[in-house]
């Protein structure tokens, strides 16, 4: 069964190491070794997030001699985030109820205060 690009995206997203090395990526490129270095797992398991990472469009990696950088390629992130942003009303009208109750209880509370 096919999946979409934003299912891929937000599958791949969905780990936290794959995070942690889209997160050093933002700093510029890397080598798979300077990514696995703060990681617990040996060089292979790391080259494993990095293919689903790849297949997500998140990175790329190129060839220099013997080095293969890898990169972060930000433009699925900007799906993930325009998906997201058709909740972002949702989310704040939500808050708006919440601040307005939260404000009804607190001036409730100042009148029964008030009467003691």
Not at 17 to 25: C, S, V
Not at 83 to 100: K, N, S, T
């Amino acid at each position: 069964m096919p999946t979409d690009a934003l299912s891929t995206t937000l599958a791949a997203l969905a780990d936290p190491t794959r995070r942690a090395i889209l997160a050093r990526l933002a700093s510029g490129e890397s080598s798979v070794t300077e990514l696995a270095e703060p990681f617990e797992m040996t060089l292979p398991a790391v080259t494993k997030h990095l293919k689903v990472l790849e297949r997500a469009g998140l990175i790329t990696r190129s060839r220099q001699a013997q080095w293969r950088p890898c990169q972060l390629a930000p433009e699925p992130l900007r799906e993930v985030a325009d998906w997201v942003a058709q909740y972002r009303l949702h989310w704040e009208q939500r808050l708006d109820r919440l601040e307005a109750y939260l404000h009804e209880l607190q001036t409730k509370e100042k009148k029964n205060a008030k009467r003691k």
